[in-house]
């Protein structure tokens, strides 16, 4: 078989990728025709379920009474954890979260049991009937708590290199101090949702708003003591996830596929926001006690840190996104000698989970903490200290992992970024402003990004597709990524639409269904592109390969002369329609389906030394942020941003920009509006506050700067990734960390000279009165 290697663009020829077109599913979403699981048309007899949950932090069921549950008119079921006829688990790393809590409670929240009902209204209302004692126990809530109880999801890890505590004490200079960011809430716009539909000979197909729907598969057959081909899972689109339907919809896929099974009808479970905000994970909160030793240009020599997270009841994904976050500390900076102890702190909430980032966003924020605290204890501009501290060449291009940069660009990236945005100007002029406004103060940061692409666990970097030609010309698509509004499904029709050399209107998909493609890895890490392109490229470029061996044979010239471009396939003295040429290979009996398959390569990862190359390659951007603040009342408002990032060569510049911005303002939110507050005192300690949007404030359309500045920087993947792209879904939302620390400029101005206003995240309107009360205090 002579598969034809892809030239890439061809002068003279129209080309689909690196054109802005729009997302293949836009018309629908505008005009609310989309269909998302919700919106699927419910079979005769569908049951619809809900959930009831606990009304404690931590305890025992003592009693649970179920007969007004099970009296409630059309009511059909009930399930308990004792109702479960295979694993009651939907942990997906450990096994120690429960579908359903049996005896022991550990988190306001958890389910107890779940009701199925002829409508969804009935399920609800029967499911409050419950009447439950319980026997409570003393419940952890804080990092600190945990700390000082020992009590892990995880063991603690260490990462290390070099003498930490021999440099320190050699350093000219130490200084230490104390960060902390809190958690973030999903907030799709979608909640989770699953609708399982029982089949003949012991089987159930469900579809479900789920990010990974090979781990639902497995999840769902362990629960009904199945195997997993007897289980499929669907999803054609989800409407939002952000991780947050990675692991989490899991319980949720169970539980219905559970009722479907115990009634025989098909049944779907919605969650309403209350119950998705109260029951889901969220982003994992940090904190971290830290030293840094440096010399008087604010370059560091050692860095000792203590870094804990709160991963609420159980282990969730904790492990790998504390190992992310241990990666992802250096963000752009070379760490010569660091010592990190990392706690995985177990408390009575709800698991944390995957969040945009993974991990990375926390960690980045606290050496940017560190290095905006050595900068303003020196008396210097931050960014002076950033760029002493950039990655640079040989020994210092080095991670603490013990990976080489190999791609490093921020120098020119920041290079630009600093001209483009007019910074130093800009700092000067701010500096006047502070110095005539007693009450408004204005604050400005730039802070870089570089952070890895693939999956933490080596095995999910690997994709398959397949790739079906029809006699008409037209193409069908199937792969394992799932849309969740990112524009996945757009890039990979553009890639498809490339190796053809067809228009993008001539390639249609099906719905990610691990009945076509197996042993699918998550849409995370950002590599949903990367692998499902590679997949999607290999299969169509094998069809392909087909295809040209047929136009060689009737142009009597050599498959690689072939071309496909604008509909049409040439050769020397030949010209054919790509539906005619189709059609000839259908008669001809050549194979026009196939399929794809990728597995990143060049990454390894040794867990125990916590050492190897875990990154493909590294993502890189920048962004300049300028803040003005209120000192008698905390509001703040982002008045400007200015980025620059690397995407690679863009397959879509339109989808990557909308990433950019799009995570930017997710990342701002993080960091200054979005508080998770839990209940610390009286009877429901432990519950949720924040679990509604009345209570949980994301950033809105009058958050997004008057001035809003994005540009693609320049350049192209040094990997063989597709067509030399690169990653955009996760690396935007930590530029947003340049908003956090234009607020610290912004309070450290209203405490005097030199302060180190002690601000944490979020930077609420609260924290931002505090941090300056406590500054002018010190001061």
């Known amino acids: 078989m002579n598969i034809q290697r892809d030239p890439g663009p061809q002068l003279g020829t129209q080309h689909s990728v690196g054109k802005a077109l729009p997302h293949e599913s836009a018309t629908l979403h505008v005009t609310g ?44 079921a009930v399930i308990m954890a004792s109702d479960i006829p295979g694993a009651n688990n939907c942990g997906v790393v450990i096994h120690d979260e429960p579908i359903l809590a049996d005896h022991d409670i550990q988190f306001y929240g958890q389910p107890l049991f779940a009701v199925a009902a002829r409508s969804h209204d009935a399920a609800r209302r029967a499911a409050r009937l419950a009447k439950i004692e319980y026997e409570s126990l003393p419940a952890i809530l804080e990092m600190d708590e945990a700390i000082a109880a020992q009590s892990w999801v995880l063991p603690p890890a260490d990462m290390k290199r070099g003498d930490a505590v021999a440099a320190l004490a050699s350093a000219p200079r130490r200084l230490s101090g104390f960060a902390k960011v809190g958690g973030q809430e999903h907030f799709y716009l979608e909640g989770q949702v699953a609708f399982a539909v029982p089949r003949p000979d012991d089987s159930m197909h469900v579809y479900c708003s789920t990010q990974h729907p090979t781990e639902m598969q497995h999840l769902v057959a362990q629960a009904l003591g199945w195997r997993s081909h007897q289980v499929s899972v669907e999803c054609r689109r989800l409407g939002g996830g952000f991780g947050g339907k990675e692991s989490q919809s899991g319980q949720w896929a169970c539980l219905a596929a559970l009722l479907a099974w115990q009634t025989g009808h098909p049944v779907k479970l919605r969650l309403d926001r209350d119950d998705d905000m109260t029951a889901t994970g969220k982003r994992h909160p940090f904190q971290c006690h830290w030293e840094a030793g440096f010399d008087d240009t604010g370059l560091l020599h050692g860095l000792k840190l203590e870094l804990a997270s709160n991963c609420g009841f159980s282990a969730d994904l904790s492990g790998p996104v504390n190992d992310r976050a241990l990666c992802h500390l250096d963000n752009a900076y070379y760490l010569d000698a660091v010592a990190i102890r990392s706690l995985r702190c177990k408390t009575n909430t709800v698991s944390a989970t995957a969040f945009r980032g993974f991990g990375g966003p926390q960690g980045m924020f606290m050496i940017e903490s560190i290095m905006d605290e050595v900068a303003r204890h020196l008396g210097l501009d931050p960014l002076s200290v950033r760029l002493r501290n950039l990655y ?10 013990g990976m080489q940069v190999e791609d490093n660009i921020l120098p020119q990236l920041l290079e630009q970024l600093v001209e483009s945005s007019a910074y130093h100007a800009r700092r000067k002029a701010i500096a006047t402003f502070n110095a005539n406004n007693a009450v408004i103060k204005r604050g400005l940061a730039l802070t870089p990004v570089k952070f890895g692409i693939s999956f933490n666990a080596t095995l999910f970097n690997q994709a398959g597709a397949v790739v079906m030609v029809y006699a008409d010309g037209t193409v069908l698509v199937t792969h394992g990524g799932t849309e969740m509004g990112q524009g996945l499904y757009t890039k990979i029709r553009q890639i498809v639409a490339e190796v053809f050399g067809l228009p993008v209107t001539d390639i249609r998909f099906t719905s990610t269904d691990t009945s076509r493609v197996p042993n699918t890895s998550a849409t995370a890490a950002s590599s949903g592109a990367d692998i499902n392109g590679q997949a999607v490229h290999a299969a169509a470029m094998t069809v392909r390969g087909r295809l040209a061996e047929l136009a060689a044979q009737i142009a009597h010239c050599q498959p690689d002369d072939v071309i496909f471009a604008d509909g049409r396939v040439y050769a020397p003295d030949f010209s054919e329609d790509f539906a005619d040429l189709t059609r000839r290979a259908y008669a001809a009996r050549v194979q026009l389906w196939s399929d794809g398959y990728y597995r990143t390569p060049k990454i390894h990862w040794d867990p125990a030394t916590r050492t190897g190359r875990p990154f493909f390659y590294f993502a890189y951007g920048a962004a300049v942020s300028e803040v003005a603040i209120d000192t008698l009342t905390g509001e703040m408002k982002l008045l400007r941003a200015d980025i620059l990032h690397d995407v690679g060569r863009s397959i879509n510049p339109a989808l990557d920009t909308g990433q950019i911005e799009g995570g930017f303002i997710q990342g701002m939110g993080w960091l200054t509006s979005e508080e998770l507050c839990w209940q610390q005192h009286g009877a429901h300690r432990g519950r949720l506050n924040t679990h509604a949007p009345s209570t949980y404030k994301i950033p809105t359309g009058f958050d997004v700067p008057d001035i809003f500045n994005v540009a693609l920087f320049e350049g192209e993947n040094l990997e063989e990734s597709i067509y030399r792209s690169k990653a955009v879904g996760e690396p935007p939302l930590m530029l947003a960390l340049s908003v956090f620390f234009a607020v610290r400029d912004a309070v450290a101005a209203a405490c005097g000279p030199n302060s180190r206003p002690p601000l944490t995240a979020p930077a609420t309107p609260e924290a931002i009165l505090r941090a300056i009360a406590a500054g002018q205090e010190r001061a």
Request: hydrophobic share 45%; no cysteine; net charge negative.
């Open 392 to 401: 640079g060449a040989g020994a210092r291009g080095v991670t603490h992992y």
């Open 33 to 76: 025709t989309a269909a998302y699981t919700d919106d699927l048309p419910e079979l005769t007899g569908t049951l619809h379920g809900a959930l009831g949950l606990a009304s404690i932090a931590h305890g025992r069921v003592v009693r649970m009474e179920l007969d007004a549950v099970r009296a409630y008119p059309g009511v059909i």
